[in-house]
């Protein structure tokens, strides 16, 4: 094992969330009740040879306070650094996801056009549900061309609320 992974249980309004971290990045945040959140954990934990052990340092400590700002409508922005962990399509879908203004959504589509790859909206789709960082990477932005919800982890009840309190 290389590092320890410090982990840390956030409550927001639509439910806990789990926050994994080193001392310079933070490396997940999903809600605990999503059903890719065991298997994402497992994975980060062989992907970057490390244990993951309960705690804080000062990443968790910014996000958690950055999670609390975005949930009481202070602030939507995320200034704490990320380490993405994909390929470098997903990495190049993710942070054009972060390009997206709260309150605004997305088509896969036209997701797929800002990377200028107009037949890889299905790829979109896939790197999407790979995301690894809820809310920070707003895959809760991108819809499906027709104006429908499309899927999100978290289950579209949340997608449908993070999108509406960003409307706010």
Request: one cysteine or more; aromatic letters at 8%; hydrophobic letters at 35%.
């Amino acid at each position: 094992m290389n590092q320890t992974l410090k982990s840390l249980l956030i409550d927001t309004k639509l439910g806990q969330m789990i926050a994994i971290a080193d001392e310079k990045y933070l490396y997940l945040l999903e809600f605990t009740d999503c059903k890719k959140c065991d298997r994402e954990i497992k994975n980060l934990k062989n992907e970057v040879r490390s244990n993951i052990v309960s705690g804080k340092n000062i990443i968790l400590k910014k996000i958690e306070k950055e999670l609390k700002n975005y949930f009481s409508g202070k602030d939507f922005n995320f200034t704490t650094p990320m380490k993405l962990i994909g390929s470098d399509f997903q990495k190049n879908v993710w942070k054009t996801l972060q390009k997206i203004s709260p309150g605004k959504t997305q088509s896969y589509l036209d997701t797929a056009k800002a990377i200028k790859k107009p037949k890889a909206f299905r790829a979109v789709a896939n790197a999407n549900g790979a995301n690894k960082l809820a809310i920070i990477i707003p895959c809760h932005r991108v819809i499906n061309t027709d104006g429908k919800m499309g899927g999100y982890a978290g289950g579209i009840a949340r997608k449908e609320w993070l999108l509406a309190h960003e409307k706010k």
